[in-house]
């Protein structure tokens, strides 16, 4: 068996209209300038203190959680709202699901998301029941920590070697290298694609097609 593993956000789905509002309503609500839209997508992939963190490194710790707790109460908000309509599928992400899938593949996600999140995402588009293993930031450490991809293997049942982590993010690329998984790479998210190669990505895909057309190639 192969295992394709998946980030979430800038991979899967288009989040960050979103992301970017629920930021900036948690900087807002401490008096804080909100980070430019720039800076906002540079962190999505990480968890949400390391992010908070990346993002106001002067501040303190319990600066950071306590932005941290204000983004998912914004982001939750915005979910309230049907604001998950402003987070779509990449163009072709749901047949390349179904086409990997098809071909044998198993499949997984490892994400910064909570566990609530994820879902509501994923069965909004109508994929959640495709995924074999669903690792998030609420029962890991932020990436690159390879342990998401650690339990996405063992409820796989497959090796290192049989996996690829699939990511927008040098952090996506870093964690599966942690793991010994070979990365690639994927150009329409939030980091460049000479980011990824610097970063270790063994490919990077233009598009969806192409994206499949790596896996079995």
């Not at 992939?45 to 109460?73: C, F, I, N, R």
Request: glycine share 10%.
């Amino acid at each position: 068996m192969k295992l394709a593993v998946f980030d979430c956000d800038g991979t899967l789905i288009d989040s960050q209209v979103n992301i970017i509002r629920a930021m900036a309503s948690s900087f807002q609500r401490h008096g804080l300038a909100a980070p430019d839209s720039h800076a906002t997508r540079r962190i999505v992939g990480l968890s949400l203190v390391e992010a908070m963190q990346a993002l106001l490194p002067e501040a303190g710790h319990d600066l950071h959680l306590s932005l941290a707790e204000d983004y998912k109460t914004a982001f939750q908000r915005l979910r309230a709202d049907k604001a998950l309509d402003a987070e779509p599928l990449y163009p072709g992400i749901r047949d390349l699901l179904d086409a990997l899938a098809g071909d044998g593949w198993l499949l997984a996600v490892a994400t910064g998301k909570s566990d609530r999140g994820l879902k509501l995402a994923l069965e909004h588009h109508g994929i959640h029941d495709l995924f074999v293993s669903l690792q998030t930031a609420d029962r890991h450490p932020s990436k690159p920590h390879p342990s998401m991809l650690h339990a996405a293997l063992a409820d796989a049942g497959v090796g290192h070697d049989k996996a690829v982590m699939i990511g927008d993010t040098i952090f996506d690329i870093a964690m599966g290298q942690a793991a010994g998984v070979t990365g690639i790479g994927v150009d329409w998210g939030y980091h460049e694609a000479d980011e990824l190669i610097e970063a270790g990505a063994a490919h990077v895909a233009r598009d969806a097609d192409h994206l499949l057309a790596i896996l079995n190639g």
